[in-house]
Every structure is written in C-alpha cells, then in structure tokens.
C-alpha cells in the first residue's frame, strides 16, 4: 500500500545512505513478519478486539502529536471522516479480522491469508472503481489463488481440526476483503501531505471502531489487568512502539527514498518470517500441503500484483495495518 507512485528517481527525492535503507527494509520485513506471533501472544490474555483498540489508539495518539509538533497542519473534517470509513474498513475489519481469527488459526497460516489483498483488490477495482475488467493472466491469478486458499483452508491445524478453523479462514478472507475496499476508497480521498499524520487519524478512527466492536461484542467485564499475562502485556507493547510505529515509520520513509514497487516487497516476506516464528517460537504446524498452498497463494499474488501496479493507493494507508 504506497503513497504516490512516484519512484526514487523523480526530483526532489532525498539521498539516502545504504545502511539506513538496509537498516529500514530489515525493519519492515522482520519487525511486520513478526507481528503476528505477537499478536497470538498478546490475545492469551487480553480480549482480542480490546487488545487492538488499545494499540492502534495509543499509536494514533502518540503519532499525531508528534505529527503536530513538528508544525503539520491540522486535518479537515472531510478528511476525518474519509480517514474514519477508511479506519473501520482497514482496521475494524481487516484487523478486527485478524486478532479474532488468531484464536482458531495459526498466525503464520493468518499471515498468508493477509497477502490474499491483492486478489480481492483486483476484484473490487473492477467491480465498483475503474471498472476495468481483468487481463486474462490476472483472472488466471484469481483462481489460482482462491484455489491456494481453498488447499489452506483443509490443512491439519487450520480448517482441517474443525468448524472454529474454517470459521477463522472466512473471517480473514472477510477481513482481507475490507482491507482491499479500504485501500481502494483511500485512493479517492483528499489527502493530508503529511503521511504520518494520515496514518494517524486511521489510527484513531479504527481503533475506535475496534473499541465499539469490544463493547458491543461483551469484551469489558472480561478486562482485567491482574490476570494479563506478562507475555501479553510485553506483545502488545511490542506491537504498539515497533510494529505500528517503528516499522510504519520506517516503511514511509522508505516510500520517499526508493521505489513503491521495492517497498511492497515486504507482502511476499512477511508471511515466510510469520510461518517460520509461529513454527519456531509457538510450535505451529508446517505440513506439505500447507507448504504448497503458501508457494501457490504468493506465486498468484507475485503474478497480479506485478502487472496492476495501477492499484497502488493515493496518500499513505496504515501499510498492513493487520501488522
């Protein structure tokens, strides 16, 4: 999810020296790869849905202050309630998604599912934005990958262990789905030129969709900070201060340096670091179908999203904010 298509090499883009941008893409592939092993962590104690409506507004607050303190020019309602439908696609949905899923469904097999936004991006584009109908190699990628997905779906701990798993699976597809729709309509809106402080007010509109969504569902009276574990607490710091606001930092400014193109690299990475740390760290299951399921669902992803380029989104959205 790029800012402006507008490459590395156009005028006025600064310089930048190649141990900071190694230092940025490693940043982005790890720190986002890991995310969601930290998010399995964090809901073993903590409500999902509250878990992330505290860590998207603690991370909006703290990044529009700082956005403001630097002289950034205050927000238009207009752009406060593109930000606010943006926010309860994006995250209400799309994140929402995720930390409930994660109760059923491997975080490393989640990770994989988040990359399928692409796939619905396409769908979407040509249903209700551009209108543009598919090239034959991109229908070609929707089916193989729906297809991938299906395989996933059936492995041995995901949809293969019961109900709850196949429920997890079409709640993420869901999820995927809202994240791609939101993508999408940010690219209509009149954007703030200051991208931390448009990622912000994401931030603080999703994550107080996702605190409604805790409320409405009887997340509250299950609140209880004495019986949070230490390892929640501990993720969810991690996913505050690293990957919302460390990462994401490092992901805009990557979009200033290089091109769009090399910075969206990190969707084909991070589900490879998710499988292999939820293999490594929580003994998640990697078997031979899930493997082909995987290499089948990147491969369709790599194959679409190498051809529409034109889906990049207008301003900078909360880059997988799923993250």
């Given at each position: 999810m790029s800012g402006s298509e507008t490459s590395a090499s156009s005028v006025g883009a600064p310089e930048a020296s190649t141990v900071l941008v190694i230092a940025a893409f490693a940043a982005v592939y790890v720190i986002w790869g890991s995310t969601y092993l930290a998010i399995r962590?964090?809901?073993?104690?903590?409500?999902?849905?509250?878990?992330?409506?505290?860590?998207?507004?603690?991370?909006?607050?703290?990044?529009?202050?700082?956005?403001?303190?630097?002289?950034?020019?205050r927000p238009t309602w207009p752009q406060w309630r593109g930000a606010a439908i943006a926010g309860a696609l994006m995250l209400g949905a799309g994140n929402g998604a995720v930390v409930i899923a994660e109760q059923w469904v491997?975080?490393?097999?989640?990770?994989v599912l988040v990359a399928c936004v692409p796939l619905w991006m396409v769908v979407f584009d040509a249903a209700f934005f551009s209108k543009t109908r598919p090239s034959v190699r991109?229908?070609?990628?929707?089916?193989?990958?729906?297809?991938?997905v299906a395989l996933l779906a059936g492995t041995p701990g995901v949809g293969g262990d019961g109900l709850r798993g196949i429920f997890g699976v079409v709640l993420l597809l869901g999820g995927s789905a809202g994240w791609a729709a939101g993508s999408l309509y940010l690219r209509q809106l009149d954007a703030p030129r200051d991208a931390l402080l448009w990622v912000s007010m994401q931030m603080l509109m999703g994550g107080t969709v996702l605190g409604i969504l805790s409320v409405a569902t009887l997340e509250l009276p299950d609140v209880n900070l004495g019986q949070m574990s230490g390892r929640s607490l501990a993720s969810l710091l991690y996913l505050i201060v690293f990957g919302a606001i460390i990462a994401y930092s490092a992901y805009v400014w990557l979009l200033r340096v290089t091109t769009p193109a090399r910075v969206g690299t990190y969707a084909y990475v991070n589900p490879v670091i998710a499988l292999f740390l939820g293999w490594a760290l929580a003994d998640e299951p990697i078997s031979l179908p899930s493997v082909v399921a995987v290499i089948v669902i990147l491969g369709s992803v790599v194959a679409i999203v190498s051809e529409r380029r034109n889906l990049g989104v207008r301003g900078v959205t909360v880059g997988q904010a799923s993250k």
């Open positions: 962590f964090a809901i073993e104690s903590i409500p999902p849905l509250f878990m992330a409506s505290v860590r998207f507004l603690v991370a909006g607050a703290l990044l529009h202050a700082w956005s403001l303190l630097r002289g950034g020019l491997p975080s490393g097999v989640t990770a991109a229908q070609g990628g929707l089916l193989v990958g729906f297809a991938g």
